[in-house]
Nanobody
Framework: QVHLVEYGGGLVQPGGSLRLSCAAS????????MGWYRQAPGKSRELVATIISGGNTNYADSVKGRFTISRDNAKNTVYLQMNSLKPEDTAVYYC?????????WGQGTQVTVSS
């Protein structure tokens, strides 16, 4: 059974930092493209960042230069380091594991950026 469990969400002031983690089990982690998506109230889920098995990364324009995605295949974990956070980054952040027809989601973790 596949499980993706996110950690690290919370409340942070504008300009602050958070690090999200997503621990995967039940999949051959190193083969999967991993990603972070987010969904703000009243909006559609959107891509934040992805990292493929070879390590290449892709970011939404809105987070480039502020967020960094990384993975540790030995720990079956993907990370999202978020710096210089803005109120518009407030959303539920979801971890995703994708390998073509196999696509899995975590339960989400809330990130709130507010003073």
């Amino acid at each position: 059974q596949v499980h993706l469990v996110e950690y690290g969400g919370g409340l942070v002031q504008p300009g602050g930092s958070l690090r999200l983690s997503c621990a995967a089990s039940g999949i051959l982690f190193r083969a999967y493209a991993m990603g972070w998506y987010r969904q703000a109230p009243g909006k559609s889920r959107e891509l934040v960042a992805t990292i493929i098995s070879g390590g290449n990364t892709n970011y939404a324009d809105s987070v480039k230069g502020r967020f960094t995605i990384s993975r540790d295949n030995a720990k079956n974990t993907v990370y999202l380091q978020m710096n210089s956070l803005k109120p518009e980054d407030t959303a539920v952040y979801y971890c995703n594991a994708n390998l073509g027809i196999a696509n899995y989601w975590g339960q989400g973790t809330q990130v709130t950026v507010s003073s």
